[in-house]
């Protein structure tokens, strides 16, 4: 007669290693997503100018340098322009 007992231990190592290699693909995929754009989501980028840092808009005129620039983080209700004015936003429901 055959023998009717299967080893199972080879196909639940197949299985760990699927799962553990989507896991990791998982992780590695999103490092990748926040290395390649880390102010995701952010107004402003925070650039590093000797000991102190500049916030810089998303849209920046590239013709302006960093130094004009606010060195403080602006409000809820207020937005950098991309010449490096801080100004109200528009969008905060306020009337003149």
Not at 2 to 20: E, L, N, P, Q, Y
Not at 23 to 37: M, S
């Amino acid at each position: 007669m055959a023998d009717d007992t299967f080893d199972h231990s080879g196909a639940s190592r197949s299985w760990r290693k699927w799962v553990a290699a989507g896991l990791f693909l998982l992780f590695f995929g999103g490092l990748v997503r926040e290395v390649l754009n880390p102010y995701r989501g952010q107004r402003f980028e925070k650039i590093p100018h000797g000991d102190h840092v500049h916030y810089v808009p998303r849209d920046r005129n590239p013709d302006v340098s960093v130094s004009r620039f606010p060195t403080r983080k602006p409000e809820a209700d207020e937005r950098i322009t991309p010449d490096g004015q801080v100004v109200p936003r528009e969008d905060t429901g306020r009337t003149p």
